[in-house]
């Protein structure tokens, strides 16, 4: 599957990942260097948003993909809307509370 | 043919003669004249000048017969063909008669002779159409087979379950239709000599070949044949061999009672044409693919040489690659099996099975793993869990994970305890991996009656099937292990009794790709089926991997999957 991605601009500091199909062994590398490259660069963004709602499957290298971003970025990496493959993964693995914003963004 | 000389007859154009032994002449009359093609009243009434007009190929039949007829004193029909002065070749067909006289001494004989080329052309064409036409079909016949080899090869190739399978499929698969023989040498890397893989038609050649192999080691350095082919690259191609041919390869051979064993094996296998082809991959040269056409006569042409580049140019890069998969096979195989306990406890009451299917490729070390061990005289522990990722990092996880667990359970740690401990072990680790687990145990209260009392952590929670058919999943989802400081889980509990049916399973859920969908309420649902009418754990094990197997099979598979069964044992069991 190839990588199947589109960034949009939100506001000055976030940028929207939406992230469609499969997020699996396939994608995950990529899908971290990707955000890797938006985050690294100077200037904005300051946070990136991922939305999983348009994923059709996610597997164990695409939860650590996400596991990944959130440990290197910390509250900078949200996750928005997920799809209910991505939620019974996440519901599953006990992850879904930590990936949830919980108004826990500084930014906002 | 009595019809045609009939109407030959009719239509005048009948020449006749007598020949008189006493006086040695022949009379012919004009009308055999001009069949013989001469000028009228030309011919000499000599046999000689006879004879020379006949057909060179056909004078030795002419006489043979009429020698016959005349000492047999029998009529006689011929059909030959004579040379006209102008070199035009006609056909006639004649027919003669003995003379006799009163005392019955032969006297000499007389006959007549028609033309019948034109009759004789048609059948010439006739016989030359169906000729090329059995050569067409002959051709079309092997185009075909050729093509339904190459189809055949991809699924001998992909068929294979290791290299040497490969071989013999794809060599099998040759012979007879490209060849009487087929050998493939392939040379591992690293290895000293080629491993062979010989098929003939007969099983009991193919033996044969065999032994030979054994007996004549492979000479890297022979300056034809095989090692000639892999070292230098090229195509060998033989289309006849003969004698001579035989006895100047044999001339080098210094010891001469080898020399002599070696005809007589070349003789015995009546080769006639070879085609020795180099298996080529990015690698270089790695082996070679030879064809041998023996007691089926046929001599190889351009067309066969073409075959076998298609050939090899087919099988190279598969054969390396099965090769390699090998390898990496029995690398993982030796390492998943230091990870997976080596044996079953035997518990009293209790029926316990484990499967473990490798994911489809099986050449890395899967990340899965399982653990039933005792904990003191009353309680077990069963362990089932999945590492996140494959090879030597997932490896050492998995290690840490059954030892920290381990040690866990037997210093007396509570559930939710065992999977911190793991946790907490992983996490300082800090290897970018990460483990679902869930950690079990089962504790005899009486004869009949197990407590079982189950934590998970981002693992697929056990699942009970009561003797009645009623599933239930003991526990709830908790976080998966080694990526956050800190872990939430629930501990279940619920008691078993005999008939009762206890299933800790891996994956299928978080790495199954739709429209493979072992979602939970399938998983449930094959659990059932699995578990209904079974005694033991065994049974509902295998009908379980037949469930899945069904669902979704293994060469689909991107993780392992991994089976723990309990079935509790009527007490009288």
């Not at chain 2, 041998?292 to 066969?304: L, N």
């Not at chain 2, 210093?411 to 680790?429: K, P, Q």
């Not at chain 2, 908790?478 to 891996?506: A, F, K, N």
């Amino acid at each position: 599957m190839t990588p199947n991605w589109e960034w949009q601009q939100r506001t000055e500091t976030s940028s929207v990942l939406i992230v469609r199909g499969d997020l699996d062994v396939a994608v995950g590398v990529v899908f971290v260097d990707a955000v890797d490259k938006v985050l690294a660069a100077d200037g904005p963004p300051a946070e990136v948003v991922i939305e999983l709602g348009e994923v059709d499957f996610i597997d164990s290298s695409g939860l650590r993909a996400l596991l990944q971003l959130r440990h290197n970025y910390g509250e900078r990496v949200q996750v928005g809307a997920i799809s209910a493959a991505v939620e019974r993964l996440l519901e599953l693995t006990g992850t879904l509370e930590h990936f949830r914003p919980g108004g826990t963004n500084p930014h906002d | 043919m009595h019809d045609h000389f009939a109407l030959a007859l009719a239509a005048g154009q009948l020449g006749t003669w007598r020949w008189d032994i006493a006086t040695g002449v022949t009379t012919w009359d004009v009308a055999l004249e001009q069949l013989f093609g001469l000028e009228p009243e030309t011919f000499d009434g000599t046999m000689d000048a006879w004879v020379a007009l006949l057909h060179p190929d056909d004078v030795s039949h002419v006489m043979e017969v009429v020698q016959r007829a005349t000492a047999e004193r029998s009529p006689y029909e011929l059909e030959h063909r004579v040379v006209w002065p102008d070199g035009s070749v006609r056909w006639l067909y004649c027919r003669g008669m003995v003379t006799l006289d009163d005392d019955g001494n032969v006297t000499g004989t007389i006959g007549c002779t028609g033309d019948i080329t034109a009759r004789k052309q048609l059948e010439l064409d006739a016989e030359r159409r169906i000729a090329d036409a059995e050569r067409v079909a002959a051709r079309e016949r092997l185009h075909r087979e050729r093509l339904e080899f190459l189809d055949g090869l991809n699924d001998s190739a992909l068929s294979a379950t290791d290299h040497r399978e490969l071989m013999r499929n794809v060599a099998g698969a040759a012979v007879p239709q490209l060849g009487d023989w087929c050998a493939i040498y392939f040379l591992p890397e690293g290895a000293t000599g080629p491993e062979v893989e010989v098929a003939h038609a007969d099983p009991d050649k193919t033996v044969w070949a065999e032994e030979l192999l054994h007996r004549y080691p492979y000479d890297s350095d022979a300056p034809r044949g095989v090692p000639a082919v892999i070292r230098t690259g090229q195509i060998e191609f033989v289309p006849l061999i003969s004698p001579e041919s035989i006895e100047r390869a044999i001339a080098g051979v210094e010891d001469r009672a080898l020399a002599e064993e070696l005809r007589s094996i070349v003789n015995a296998l009546q080769v006639t044409s070879l085609i020795t082809v180099p298996l080529r991959t990015k690698r270089g040269v790695i082996g070679a693919i030879r064809f041998v056409s023996a007691e089926s006569g046929r001599q190889f042409d351009d067309d066969d040489v073409a075959l076998g580049r298609t050939v090899a140019g087919r099988i190279a890069e598969a054969l390396e690659n099965t090769w390699l998969t090998d390898q990496q096979r029995v690398i993982a195989g030796t390492l998943q099996a230091a990870l997976l306990p080596p044996r079953l406890p035997d518990i009293d009451g209790l029926s316990v099975a484990v499967r473990y299917w490798a994911a489809g490729t099986a050449t890395e070390v899967g990340g899965d793993f399982y653990d039933v061990f005792k904990i003191d005289e009353r309680r077990w522990a069963i362990v089932i869990g999945d590492v996140c990722g494959t090879g030597s990092n997932a490896a050492a996880v998995t290690a840490i994970a059954r030892h920290t667990i381990r040690a866990a359970a037997t210093h007396g740690a509570h559930h939710h305890e065992v999977l911190a401990w793991v946790n907490d072990a992983l996490h300082a680790g800090n290897r970018d991996l990460f483990c679902t687990a869930t950690y079990s145990t089962l504790e005899r209260v009486d004869d009949e009656t197990w407590r079982f009392i189950s934590v998970a952590g981002g693992h697929p929670l056990p699942i009970v099937v009561a003797a009645d058919g009623t599933p239930t999943t003991i526990g709830r989802p908790g976080t998966l292990l080694g990526v956050l400081p800190d872990i939430q889980t629930t501990t279940g509990e619920v008691l078993l009794r005999p008939g009762d049916t206890l299933i800790l399973h891996t994956d299928g859920v978080t790495d199954v790709r739709p429209p493979y969908e072992l979602d939970p309420e399938t998983v449930i649902n094959i659990a059932i089926e699995a578990a209904a009418g079974s005694r033991t754990a065994d049974d509902v094990a295998t009908r379980l991997g037949q469930a899945v197997h069904r669902v979704l099979p293994i060469p689909d598979r991107h993780d392992d999957v991994a089976l723990v069964v309990v079935h509790i044992l009527q007490p009288s069991e």
